[in-house]
């Protein structure tokens, strides 16, 4: 039963209820008089309103606010994403959207659509997606170079209800509750622009041991500072390789501090350090690790080290015989002796071997003489003499001198040792205790030159070596022929023939006397002699002079123990034409002989070294 004071009218999105308390109705018709003690029934009127859309609210807490936050001492680098994160919830359960704008005006909601910023989309900075009522909505938008350093924004949620869609009118612009990366993100958002890197250079070449730099020109657009002054750094790569923080595999040659503009740094070259190009490839970061792009990043400055004259030490010069060893010792006679040799050290500040690892020392260098003649005279052209002088500047088919270096240590390695080795004829001067040179001694100088030819000054060993005295002879020849005589007759005078002549050789490098001593002849000869008158010609039949003179008047006669006769050969001083002299040889057949026939014997010669004063 209905109750007469009021009824439930439905209307809109709520229901009013009507209270009818002394109100005065309005009812259609005209109200007439009523009997007494009875109720007329009462007119109605129907009541409408229309509620509109309410606009989303945020939720406690869940304030729109940065991820990750942006601060000064957090700025989002130039091209990055930055995203904001809001929560937020509608009565009606509508989709909302979280409008990010650069300015404090109230937006525009769109139907079924995302809202747009007070003066339109050149306003906007980020918007999310529809989102579900009370489910967090992000909203993300990335930063690009033509951004402020500092940018201010506020936020905004509205829904896109199909109709009467809205906004909420309080606008947020941080939060003050730490959110998820553990710092309030309150605006404005910071963006970090790359560094500027507009030149790079590195002006000369350096020798090993001094210090090459590069010079940028460079600095930090930004000025803000936050924890750290806006500062560049310089980092040099020895490859192309930077992967955007360090250098990679190549390694580096210098990274500057951070300075606020046109970073330089350095590399110490080392000692010893290869000559040549080093690429060096500059990049510039800023004082949060961005690096510059375009412009001079990742450009090649090369380090340039310089070439270094090779050196070599008076000390390290020595000179050997064929054995290694000292002194100087010829073996050959009338010839070479093969085998000699002078070592040095070559130091070169490039290292001895090339940045390619090649050899850096390509050509070595020698003179070989006797120290009174001296290194000034014998390094002359033309003035070779086997003599006293070898100097590298005569064919190899009159010196076969021969330069070649040694092992290389490394790159690390400043020294490499050099050997010539070389031959040394018969002749060469001797200056042992005894020899006529007896206060000089053989030297030798050397010099070196590098793969870029830079060579090292010609330089003298600092002590000298013995060459010692080397007695050898030759006979020019190994037959005397006296010919025919009787019995009672010599031969007339002492070398009468060509074949009763024999002559001593100087075959080394000392003046010569000899040794003579011999047999007693007989037709039975090797076998010894029996000694009768009849058929032995003594050996003191013999005799000899240093020149023809008749045989009564010559005053050496053999004998069977070795005596010394005083020939005085001169040292011979030319490879192909040994000095000599001749012994000139007589005989007289005892009266006594009655066996007639051939009569042999041996006369033996001994070369001996003749005082050096007549040589």
Partial sequence: MESSKGRFITGGKVSILTVLLGV???????????????????????????????????????????????????PTNAGSVLTWVASSSDSSLDNYYLLICNNYASPTPNAGAAPTCNGGNANRIAVSGATISGQPASAPTTTVPSMAEINYWYAYVCDGAAINPSCNATAWNGSTTPNIDGVAAHSPYIVNHRPTFTAFTNYAGVDPGATSTWYSTSTDPDTLGGFATDTVRLLV??????????????????????????????????????????????????????????????????????????????????????????PLVLTNMATQTLGFSVQYTVTDQNSCQTASNT????????????SGYGSTSCNVVGNYNPNYCYNDDVPQS???????????????????????TFPLWHIADATDPGSFYASQN??????????????????????????????????STTTIAYGGLQPGQDTGTVGPTAYTRVGLRAVGNVGLDES?????????????????????????????????????????????VSTDFLLHVNKSTATATPQEKETYWGIAVPAAITLSGDYLGRNTVIGITSPSSSW
């Fill in 24 to 74: 005065l109705i309005l009812a259609f018709g005209v109200l007439g008089e009523l009997p007494h003690g009875n109720v007329a029934w009462a007119g109605t009127a129907t009541t409408s309103v229309t509620v509109l859309n309410t606009p989303p609210q945020w939720d406690t807490n869940v304030y729109a606010y940065e991820s990750p936050a942006s601060a000064s001492n957090t």
């Fill in 237 to 326: 790569c020895r490859a192309a390789d930077f992967n955007g923080t360090t250098c990679g595999a190549g390694g580096s040659w210098a990274t500057s501090s951070y300075v606020t503009t046109d970073a330089s740094s350095s590399f110490a070259v080392p000692t010893p350090y290869p000559k040549g190009y080093f690429g060096g490839y500059g990049y510039v970061t800023d004082v949060r690790g961005f690096a510059a792009s375009g412009g001079s990043q990742g450009t090649n400055a090369s380090l340039v080290v310089n070439n270094v004259t090779p050196s070599i030490a008076a000390a390290s010069i020595s000179l050997y015989s064929s054995t290694g060893t000292s």
């Fill in 359 to 370: 050899p850096e020392i390509i050509y070595g260098f020698t003179n070989v003489y006797r």
């Fill in 398 to 420: 009159v010196w076969n001198v021969s330069c070649v270096g040694g092992a290389c240590a490394g790159s690390s390695s400043a020294n490499v040792v050099w050997t010539c």
């Fill in 442 to 475: 053989w030297l030798a100088d050397a010099k070196a030159a590098d793969t870029s030819y830079a060579t090292s000054t010609l330089v003298e060993a600092l002590t000298g070596t013995e060459l010692w005295q080397f007695l050898a002879y030759d006979l």
């Fill in 516 to 560: 003579l001593y011999g047999d007693d002849m007989c037709p039975g000869y090797p076998s010894p002699c029996s000694g009768n008158p009849t058929s032995t010609i003594p050996v003191a039949n013999q005799k000899y002079a240093s020149s023809s003179v008749l045989y009564s008047f010559a005053t050496s006669s053999l004998s069977g």
